[in-house]
């Protein structure tokens, strides 16, 4: 079985909208990369937007210019079929949707292929033991659902066939997480996969509901969009994928599944009208003047719930049949749907016993589709309702602070807090602030922490900045509050009695920087970048960022950095002294523990007094900074720490700090 370190060639094949975009991110993964269409204009367009992407990406500085020009060398753009999959480690399938013709892919790449290579498909609708059974190793052929676009989207969905290997599995995991990725695995070759099994219901509900009568579009996608927080309403999504599109997935789901919603009327009667949406130039909008604007206030008394509790009850049978788990549809969502929150937690927030009673009602009003899930009975007869319960699809009770936005690790002597919304890039908000001050106060006197470190959920931001989303009809007033907060709590990271570091696994922008300036030590993973860019919003900096700044590169370079808004590769902004140390991404994890452990090793109550020596001393004259510092030397004199220090020297050993 091939592992992820022996992969050194893959093959893409279909070189269109998806194929391009995953073999543009099989490239920047450091991988020899063929992309093979049926005829050389193909070929070439596929390869002229892989082009442009990387150069879109380097002008941005989301990859430096040695790092374009390197995947642009290990990319081979081919029309003949031996030449792209000979020698092929790992070959992944992005042609047409069509059974016959991937059965057909997939039989040839068994024959051509070495015997150890993986076969992945990227199918968004077919099954995979079927497209597996054209071959002699079903075991070896997997689903790897991308999202479009490949280079921006954040999750790959892994879906297992019925004979698919656990090898295999890992090894596709690896794959997807080097080309910087999120993943869920689809542990069974159910009908929609995970995330389309979950989009399927609401759009058909959608749909329904404006049959009904009981809204319209317009009421339906502002109140998902400005209630539940989605990034677009349904309807403006159908139009965004392809009407026709959705038709015929649903199509093919249907077939797979007779309970599945299948396609709805208002859908058909659009694409049978050639009405497809964007690339027709009208779908359920007009799009002749370009992306429709949807007002907030058209779903003021339109209630999403209803719209939901079928697509819950999805989820549900997703969780008991073992396909996948709730974090697993969380994730899926969040990365895949830009949900602002996970369909889980939406649920337990609304009650599990409305579904039902929901479900219940519109069953007995349409029929047996709306039947409600064992799973959700279940939880119901238990109590198990949500967050007003303690316990619904999660565990609230005695848990104490409940952490919204971030994860928190404490792993003596090291604690971990994860800025944890990577559909919004881990951009700020009151959550986040929330959830950064809890996680201060609980370490403040932890004996057996001795370094926190923060880093961001996913591959390509630490974070964002403030999230932009919140700003649109805020007042003067919430702008200063909000900014007053982060402040707040930065400066509470400064005063911190122990080493703080921020490990920059992607880039840190805004707010993101503000705060992994408040730390004491910045690591950053290779090819990424910094930067103030409010000044490209209409405002400035507000946690501190006009403040620090200057501190670490000088006043002339603040301003430039302020006043310009530019993005500043890590690489650079370490000779400026804002980063401590950057790593290669395949170290980057290892290297940041390893930096920790050495801290951690470190005399607490020195480590606390030099600290506060350094950022105090800063702030006044020098002679005042040096009394300072010889006030805290004396605090220490006495302590045992030190002691143990001296004798250990003495001794020729390692030192074994208490903090006492």
């Given at each position: 079985?091939?592992?992820?370190d022996?992969i050194?060639?893959?093959?893409?094949l279909?070189?269109?909208?998806m194929?391009?975009?995953?073999?543009?991110?099989?490239a920047?993964?450091?991988?020899?990369?063929?992309?093979?269409?049926?005829?050389?204009?193909?070929?070439?367009?596929?390869?002229?937007?892989?082009?442009?992407?990387?150069?879109k990406?380097?002008?941005?500085?989301?990859?430096?210019?040695?790092?374009?020009?390197?995947?642009?060398?290990?990319?081979?753009?081919?029309?003949?079929?031996?030449?792209?999959?000979?020698?092929?480690?790992?070959?992944?399938?992005?042609?047409?949707?069509?059974?016959?013709?991937?059965?057909?892919?997939?039989?040839?790449?068994d024959?051509?292929?070495?015997?150890?290579?993986i076969l992945?498909?990227?199918?968004?609708?077919?099954?995979i033991?079927?497209?597996?059974?054209?071959?002699?190793?079903?075991?070896?052929?997997?689903?790897?659902?991308?999202?479009?676009?490949?280079?921006?989207?954040?999750?790959?969905?892994?879906?297992?066939?019925?004979?698919?290997?656990?090898?295999?599995?890992?090894?596709?995991?690896?794959?997807?997480?080097?080309?910087?990725?999120?993943?869920?695995?689809?542990?069974?070759?159910?009908?929609?996969?995970?995330?389309?099994?979950?989009?399927?219901?609401?759009?058909?509900?959608a749909?329904?509901?404006?049959?009904?009568?009981?809204?319209?579009?317009?009421?339906?996608?502002?109140?998902l969009?400005?209630?539940?927080?989605?990034?677009?309403?349904?309807?403006?999504?159908?139009?965004?994928?392809?009407i026709d599109?959705?038709?015929?997935?649903?199509?093919?789901?249907?077939?797979?599944?007779?309970?599945?919603?299948?396609?709805?009327?208002l859908?058909?009667?659009?694409?049978?009208?050639?009405?497809?949406?964007?690339?027709?130039?009208?779908?359920?909008?007009?799009w002749?003047?370009?992306?429709?604007?949807?007002?907030?206030?058209?779903?003021?008394?339109?209630?999403?719930?209803?719209?939901?509790?079928?697509?819950v009850?999805?989820?549900?049978?997703?969780?008991?049949?073992?396909?996948?788990?709730?974090?697993?549809?969380?994730?899926?969502?969040?990365?895949?749907?830009?949900?602002?929150?996970?369909?889980?937690?939406?649920?337990?927030?609304?009650?599990?016993?409305?579904?039902?009673?929901?479900?219940?009602?519109?069953?007995?009003?349409?029929?047996?589709?709306?039947?409600?899930?064992?799973?959700?009975?279940?939880?119901v007869?238990?109590?198990?309702?949500?967050?007003?319960?303690?316990?619904?699809?999660?565990?609230?009770?005695?848990?104490?602070?409940?952490?919204?936005?971030?994860?928190?690790?404490?792993?003596?002597?090291?604690?971990?807090?994860?800025?944890?919304?990577?559909?919004?890039?881990n951009?700020?908000?009151?959550?986040l602030?929330?959830?950064?001050?809890?996680?201060?106060?609980?370490?403040?006197?932890?004996?057996?922490?001795?370094?926190l470190i923060?880093?961001?959920?996913?591959?390509?931001?630490?974070?964002?900045?403030?999230?932009?989303?919140?700003?649109?009809?805020?007042?003067?007033?919430?702008?200063?509050?909000?900014?007053?907060?982060l402040?707040m709590?930065?400066?509470?990271?400064?005063?911190?009695?122990?080493?703080?570091?921020?490990?920059?696994?992607?880039?840190?922008?805004?707010?993101?920087?503000?705060?992994?300036?408040?730390?004491?030590?910045?690591?950053?993973?290779?090819?990424?970048?910094?930067?103030?860019?409010?000044i490209?919003?209409?405002?400035i900096?507000g946690?501190?960022?006009?403040?620090?700044?200057?501190?670490?590169?000088?006043?002339?370079?603040?301003?430039?950095?302020?006043?310009?808004?530019?993005?500043?590769?890590?690489?650079?902004?370490?000779?400026?002294?804002?980063i401590?140390?950057?790593?290669?991404?395949?170290?980057f994890?290892?290297?940041?523990?390893?930096?920790?452990?050495?801290?951690?090793?470190?005399?607490?109550?020195?480590?606390?007094?030099?600290?506060?020596?350094i950022n105090?001393?800063t702030e006044v004259?020098?002679?005042?900074?040096?009394?300072?510092e010889?006030?805290?030397?004396?605090?220490?004199?006495?302590?045992?720490?030190?002691?143990?220090?001296?004798?250990?020297?003495?001794?020729?050993?390692?030192?074994?700090?208490?903090?006492?």
């Open positions: 079985m091939v592992k992820i022996e050194k060639k893959v093959a893409v279909g070189a269109g909208v194929g391009h975009g995953i073999a543009e991110l099989a920047l993964a450091g991988f020899e990369t063929y992309l093979r269409d049926i005829n050389q204009e193909l070929v070439d367009k596929g390869m002229s937007m892989i082009k442009k992407s990387l150069e990406f380097a002008e941005k500085k989301r990859i430096t210019q040695e790092m374009m020009d390197q995947s642009w060398k290990r990319l081979h753009g081919v029309v003949d079929f031996d030449e792209a999959v000979k020698g092929a480690d790992f070959v992944i399938e992005a042609i047409p949707e069509v059974m016959d013709l991937k059965k057909k892919t997939f039989k040839e790449l024959e051509k292929t070495p015997k150890h290579a992945a498909t990227n199918t968004s609708t077919l099954p033991s079927e497209i597996a059974g054209a071959t002699k190793r079903p075991e070896k052929v997997i689903g790897m659902h991308f999202f479009n676009p490949p280079p921006l989207m954040p999750l790959v969905e892994i879906i297992r066939g019925e004979k698919t290997d656990d090898e295999t599995t890992q090894t596709t995991v690896e794959m997807a997480k080097k080309m910087g990725k999120m993943v869920v695995v689809c542990r069974k070759d159910v009908p929609g996969f995970i995330v389309n099994r979950l989009l399927g219901p609401l759009l058909a509900e749909a329904r509901t404006v049959e009904r009568g009981e809204a319209t579009v317009e009421e339906i996608d502002s109140a969009a400005y209630k539940v927080g989605l990034p677009m309403g349904v309807f403006l999504v159908a139009d965004y994928s392809g599109t959705i038709v015929k997935a649903s199509e093919e789901t249907k077939k797979r599944d007779p309970m599945a919603p299948g396609p709805q009327k859908f058909v009667e659009k694409a049978s009208k050639g009405e497809y949406g964007w690339k027709s130039g009208k779908g359920f909008y007009d002749s003047k370009g992306r429709p604007s949807i007002p907030a206030g058209v779903g003021e008394k339109f209630d999403p719930v209803p719209l939901f509790a079928p697509v009850n999805a989820a549900a049978w997703l969780i008991r049949n073992d396909v996948a788990d709730p974090q697993d549809i969380d994730m899926g969502v969040k990365l895949g749907l830009g949900y602002p929150k996970g369909l889980c937690e939406l649920a337990d927030e609304w009650g599990i016993d409305r579904i039902v009673t929901i479900l219940k009602e519109k069953e007995a009003k349409y029929g047996d589709y709306y039947k409600v899930d064992p799973l959700l009975t279940e939880m007869n238990k109590g198990h309702t949500g967050v007003k319960a303690g316990k619904g699809f999660y565990d609230y009770a005695g848990a104490g602070y409940t952490y919204k936005a971030t994860i928190f690790k404490r792993e003596p002597p090291l604690a971990w807090l994860i800025l944890n919304r990577p559909q919004r890039l951009a700020i908000n009151a959550d602030t929330a959830d950064l001050d809890h996680c201060l106060t609980e370490l403040w006197d932890d004996e057996e922490v001795r370094v923060i880093t961001g959920a996913g591959d390509r931001a630490f974070c964002a900045g403030a999230d932009i989303t919140g700003f649109k009809g805020g007042t003067p007033n919430l702008g200063f509050e909000a900014t007053r907060r402040q709590v930065t400066t509470r990271m400064e005063k911190f009695p122990k080493p703080i570091i921020a490990a920059l696994n992607g880039f840190a922008l805004g707010g993101g920087l503000e705060i992994a300036m408040a730390c004491d030590f910045r690591l950053a993973k290779e090819g990424t970048f910094v930067g103030q860019p409010e490209l919003l209409g405002i900096p946690a501190g960022g006009t403040q620090r700044l200057s501190k670490y590169v000088g006043l002339g370079r603040a301003k430039e950095m302020v006043m310009l808004g530019d993005r500043v590769s890590v690489e650079e902004a370490q000779k400026m002294g804002l401590n140390r950057v790593f290669p991404p395949d170290k994890e290892e290297e940041v523990k390893n930096f920790a452990k050495r801290l951690a090793a470190g005399p607490p109550i020195a480590l606390k007094m030099a600290k506060y020596a105090y001393g004259p020098l002679d005042i900074g040096l009394m300072v010889s006030g805290v030397f004396g605090v220490l004199f006495g302590t045992e720490d030190m002691v143990e220090g001296t004798t250990a020297f003495l001794e020729k050993r390692f030192p074994k700090f208490k903090g006492k």
